[in-house]
């Protein structure tokens, strides 16, 4: 129906503009940025074989193109920590180099881990990377905040530098 409205306006029909649609998801109370970054996902991609997200993951990225979203969001590398809280499960088994958190474009995210903090470091890198707009890392077994954006920031800068 999108393609038909177009083609009555003189477009070419095979050609899906995006802004309309940021427009409509701006509207529902969605940031541009955000509506913007979930336009570049099909549905094939997340399919895509190469690709593995996390648990919750698929109905998070669901829920955001339906106009719903959560103005930050826990990142779990164990399935006891945050149940009650909007949150994504990163498992164990999970292969971080094929983990994609397309889902936290634009949010604020919470790493929470159980003694895992070169895990947590490395999932907080690919959440920021992945256009998270802060994200800091807290151990529950310490009960404190070990990291914040700016340190791992840090840590980017430094793994990007050549040795």
Not at 85 to 105: E, G, N
Not at 128 to 146: E, Y
Not at 150 to 157: E, K, T
Request: proline fraction near 4%; include cysteine; charged fraction near 25%.
């Amino acid at each position: 129906m999108a393609r038909a409205k177009h083609a009555q306006r003189g477009r070419d029909p095979g050609q899906f503009l995006a802004l309309p649609h940021v427009i409509v998801e701006t509207r529902m109370g969605m940031r541009p940025n955000r509506a913007a970054a979930w336009l570049n996902y099909s549905e094939a991609a997340m399919r895509s074989a190469d690709r593995q997200f996390p648990a919750y993951g698929r109905e998070l990225l669901a829920a955001q193109r339906a106009g719903r979203n959560v103005p930050w969001l826990l990142i779990a590398l164990g399935w006891d920590i945050g149940r009650a809280l909007p949150r994504i499960v990163v498992a164990r088994d999970i292969d971080l180099a094929k983990l994609d958190l397309c889902m936290v474009s634009g949010l604020e995210c919470l790493v929470a881990h159980d003694a895992e903090t070169e895990r947590a470091l490395d999932v907080a890198i690919i959440a920021l990377r992945a256009g998270a707009r802060a994200c800091s890392i807290k151990d529950r077994q310490l009960g404190i905040t070990t990291h914040w954006t700016s340190d791992i920031r840090a840590a980017m800068a430094a793994e990007a530098l050549p040795e």
